[in-house]
């Protein structure tokens, strides 16, 4: 029996947070009250991510083939969310990651990741 192959991940948006689960079982999961940032990588050929924060530095990352109109919408409700500032970085033809929002009350510094 052949069918779709097993997605390497998938993300559940709720009211509460956002959830990446993976296909070796770990799970990356945020609580909306929690985000503190919201990035947005692009490389060349490959996925555009948006990454959600917590004041630690940790959080979920979020490939664009993974959201929808839930995921959108849930951004819009963090203080002062400009989604027209995700689209334009989302849309960048260029290797780099942007900062598309951050906290009116941000931590000091968070940390530079990799991204997978």
Known sequence: MHGDPMPDSYVYVTEEGVTRHYADGSVEALAWEDVVEVRVVTET???VLFVLLDRAGE??????S????TFLAR???????????LHVAAGA???GMVVVWR???PPS?????EYD
């Open 45 to 47: 050929g490959a996925d």
């Open 59 to 64: 959080g979920c990352v979020v490939p664009r």
């Open 66 to 69: 993974a959201t929808d109109a």
């Open 75 to 85: 951004l819009r409700y963090l203080p002062d969310f400009d989604v027209e500032r």
């Open 93 to 95: 033809e260029r290797d």
């Open 103 to 105: 906290s009116p009350d």
């Open 109 to 113: 510094a968070l940390p530079d990741l």
